[in-house]
């Protein structure tokens, strides 16, 4: 029962859930948009099992992913450096974290305005599909965040499980806040490059303490939010949504 007075998992509870409301708006959005495709009678339909899918296949990735990094037997070697399973899934885990994070930040900036959502078929059995695949790749983003924060999995399932209800009850506020302040997005996405940088360093045998990250995404907000306070009369740049209503040409 130490972890109850330790500061560092309720660090990590607290940080996780808030980086994975950030990241999840855009989660809940497409599936909003996914089932508006569909007729009126089938959306409440559609939207219950998308976000099912989606806590489901979050917490299935988690599982496997908090299992995969255990193994710590070398598997082969590298230049004289073992590599073990769990070393692959820090390496991979931090290239995709970044990668994906750069990607997001250009679409935002100079991606095409609903550009994903002319490619849904509205159809419900179409429309499920699209969220599971959709899922998996929204979810691995979160998952590979979460394992790179956080070394307990109780830790991992709990932030996912409170930020997905969160959401479900403050979904609109969120939105709003997260469309009124797009550089809130943009930290976030640059959160991810900081925590995949670390995972790399992980997958390479370089300890960063995460005391040290915690530190600097606190920092970051910080100064943020008094951005936010300073600047309340200035237009926001408007960031590109490739899920929206209407795609636009």
Not at 23 to 52: H, V, W
Not at 66 to 84: C, D, H, Q, R, Y
Not at 103 to 117: D, F, K, Q
């Amino acid at each position: 029962m130490d972890w109850l007075t330790d500061p560092q998992v309720w660090m990590a509870l607290a940080t996780l859930t808030a980086l994975e409301i950030v990241l999840g708006i855009d989660n809940l959005l497409f599936i909003s948009i996914l089932a508006s495709k569909l007729p009126q009678e089938q959306q409440s339909k559609a939207r219950k099992l998308g976000l099912s899918l989606a806590v489901l296949s979050r917490i299935a990735l988690l599982m496997s992913l908090a299992w995969i990094v255990k193994l710590t037997n070398p598997l082969f070697t590298v230049a004289g450096m073992e590599i073990s399973g769990r070393d692959i899934i820090m390496i991979g885990g931090g290239l995709f974290l970044i990668g994906k994070a750069t990607y997001e930040i250009h679409e935002r900036l100079e991606g095409a305005e609903g550009h994903a959502s002319a490619k849904i078929q509205p159809k419900l059995s179409a429309v499920l599909i699209q969220i599971m695949i959709l899922d998996v790749v929204f979810a691995l983003d979160s998952v590979i965040t979460a394992v790179g924060m956080a070394n307990q999995l109780w830790v991992m399932v709990t932030a996912v499980l409170l930020s997905v209800g969160i959401m479900l009850l403050a979904a609109d506020s969120i939105a709003g806040f997260a469309d009124r302040h797009p550089t809130v997005k943009m930290l976030a996405l640059s959160f991810l490059i900081l925590i995949g940088v670390a995972l790399l360093g992980e997958g390479f045998d370089q300890h960063i303490p995460k005391g040290y990250i915690y530190f600097a995404m606190a920092f970051s907000v910080g100064v943020e939010m008094l951005n936010i306070k300073a600047r309340k009369k200035t237009e926001p740049v408007q960031l590109h949504k490739p899920y929206a209503e209407e795609a636009k040409a």
